[in-house]
T-cell receptor
Framework: EPEVTQTPSHQVTQMGQEVILRCVPI?????FYWYRQILGQKVEFLVS????????KSEIFDDQFSVERPDGSNFTLKIRSTKLEDSAMYFC????????????FGPGTRLTVL | AQSVTQLDSHVSVSEGTPVLLRCNYS??????LFWYVQHPNKGLQLLLK??????LVKGINGFEAEFKKSETSFHLTKPSAHMSDAAEYFC?????????????FGSGTRLSIRP
């Protein structure tokens, strides 16, 4: 069964460093998303991406964040200069279409900023 | 704007007894509603979804949910809890007619199963 994969599973970085979180969505999906879950809090939407551009982004997704689909398979989230409060679980998701919004989630990347 | 409220942050039941996880939603248009489950240190798995077909939706692992428009509810139930059901459960709403693709998560309900 096809699934969304994410690497790494756990990333530890120093405050101020750049990190890139990687995701491989399901191959025939067209819509891609990033969410984050700070420990003990709810899952929050960050950004959606379609046709090589951002469809929507939340207030959390400020200038420190960027997304890219560098090739036909990967979907990345970059945090330019990490802050302590960026520590969270980051989930990638993809969907085949948008009208029923069934999104398939990856296992997540746990980002720890020291 | 859509929103979702999970009424219980923690539910504890005995193995073999029924499970009820409550969810109320708010949506401007006809919503799509989902329940996702998250086991410890795992990703989010779709349990079931409602997208305007039958109001009683059956999902995996014996779970089901009923869409009640008059009550704006989408409660998750299971007749008999199993130890493996212990996890975090998220009710999720999406506006099907919105151009935005995002989905809104509830705050989650942690389900504990007593032996």
């Amino acid at each position: 069964e096809p699934e969304v994969t994410q690497t790494p599973s756990h990333q530890v970085t120093q405050m101020g460093q750049e990190v890139i979180l990687r995701c491989v969505p399901i191959s025939n999906h067209l819509y891609f998303y990033w969410y984050r879950q700070i420990l003990g809090q709810k899952v929050e939407f960050l950004v959606s991406f379609y046709n090589n551009e951002i469809s929507e982004k939340s207030e959390i997704f400020d200038d420190q964040f960027s997304v890219e689909r560098p090739d036909g398979s990967n979907f990345t989230l970059k945090i330019r200069s990490t802050k302590l409060e960026d520590s969270a679980m980051y989930f990638c998701a993809s969907s085949a279409q948008t009208d029923n919004n069934e999104q398939f989630f990856g296992p997540g990347t746990r980002l720890t900023v020291l | 704007a859509q929103s979702v409220t999970q009424l219980d942050s923690h539910v504890s039941v005995s193995e073999g007894t029924p499970v009820l996880l409550r969810c109320n939603y708010s949506s401007s248009y006809s919503p799509s509603l989902f329940w996702y489950v998250q086991h410890p240190n795992k990703g989010l798995q779709l349990l079931l979804k409602y997208t305007s077909a039958a109001t009683l939706v059956k999902g995996i692992n014996g779970f089901e949910a009923e869409f009640k428009k008059s009550e704006t509810s989408f409660h998750l139930t299971k007749p008999s809890a199993h130890m493996s059901d212990a996890a975090e459960y998220f009710c999720v709403v999406s506006d099907r007619y919105s151009s935005a693709s995002k989905i809104i998560f509830g705050s989650g309900t942690r389900l504990s199963i007593r032996p």
